[in-house]
């Protein structure tokens, strides 16, 4: 891409998260529902722009459904991610080309969420959330095929929201008699408005990506064979931009809508003292691309 000339992604091997398989596998066995972590380091013209990291929802068989146990292991992968230096994006995606997530994995609801435990699992799927949400970097949820459920809240966790045109999305837990979580109802009347958060509500009704898009659940769409692409070239722009900067505007426009971030206005301060401040203004008056390092 003419944007990103001597561009190269190196992709680094998987990252070791504690907790993320949910069971073992060995032989002949079918793989475990598990959250995975990979990281690539982003550089342009011989200059590193830091690492984008991903967060990969993957449950065989299941079109990644999320189980409690998977719930359970996103923190300790969003810790393994947030230590590594210079990380400037995560993405969020489903494994293989079927789905994003199918929601919660309604198999172990009679199990775990029915009566008084339902209230532990809300705690376990809530702390799973505010981890993805609490990134510090810009989160982009990378969305292919059908988007339900806990799936969705865990896009609507994300910053960004990027489909593909076979996606899909329901928030259905009309249909099972359940609540939608308050905090995940939050973040959908903040993108969508309350009228049509409402009649997704109302309705368990599916809609198509182009809908999405249209209501704001989504910012882009693309062709399904270009959705990766597109997502690493997002990642990619961002990385290459300050990230103080970056920092501050996440930070202030969660002040506004959702989290109430106290530590809005010290992000913003940062910046007027930061090298990068110092850095970008040089390099527009030489007329050169700037070189950001985050501090």
């Not at 199918?102 to 775990?112: K, L, P």
């Not at 259905?172 to 409402?198: C, D, F, R």
Request: with cysteine; glycine share 8%.
């Amino acid at each position: 891409m003419a944007e990103f000339t001597q561009e190269t992604v190196t992709a680094e091997p998987r990252l070791d998260v504690p907790g993320a398989h949910t069971g073992a596998s060995s032989g002949r066995l079918p793989p475990v529902a598990r959250i995975d972590t990979t990281l690539q380091t982003i550089e342009s013209s011989g200059v590193v722009h830091g690492s984008v990291g991903t967060v990969i929802i993957d449950n065989p068989g299941r079109r990644n459904a999320m189980n409690a146990a998977m719930y359970g292991s996103i923190p300790d992968a969003v810790a393994t991610l947030t230590a590594q230096p210079d990380l400037r994006c995560v993405i969020l995606r489903g494994a293989g080309g079927e789905a994003f997530s199918a929601g919660s994995d309604i198999t172990e609801f009679a199990e775990r969420r029915m009566g008084v435990r339902g209230h532990e699992y809300d705690k376990v799927e809530h702390r799973a959330w505010e981890a993805i949400a609490g990134i510090e970097v810009p989160v982009i949820a990378s969305i292919h095929g059908p988007c339900r459920g806990g799936g969705v809240a865990m896009a609507l966790h994300a910053d960004l929201r990027v489909a593909a045109r076979d996606a899909s999305f329901s928030v259905p837990p009309a249909s099972l008699g359940l609540a939608y979580p308050q905090e995940a109802t939050q973040h959908l009347v903040t993108l969508v408005g309350s009228a049509v958060a409402k009649q997704l509500l109302y309705t368990a009704r599916v809609i198509d990506a182009a809908e999405a898009l249209r209501v704001g659940l989504v910012q882009e769409l693309h062709d399904s064979d270009q959705l990766d692409e597109q997502t690493n070239r997002l990642a990619r722009r961002i990385a290459r931009l300050s990230p103080l900067s970056i920092r501050a505007a996440k930070q202030t426009i969660d002040s506004i809508t959702t989290t109430g971030r106290a530590d809005a206005a010290e992000a913003v301060d940062a910046c007027y003292r930061s090298n990068d401040f110092a850095e970008g203004v040089s390099a527009f008056m030489k007329k050169r691309r700037p070189h950001f390092h985050g501090h």
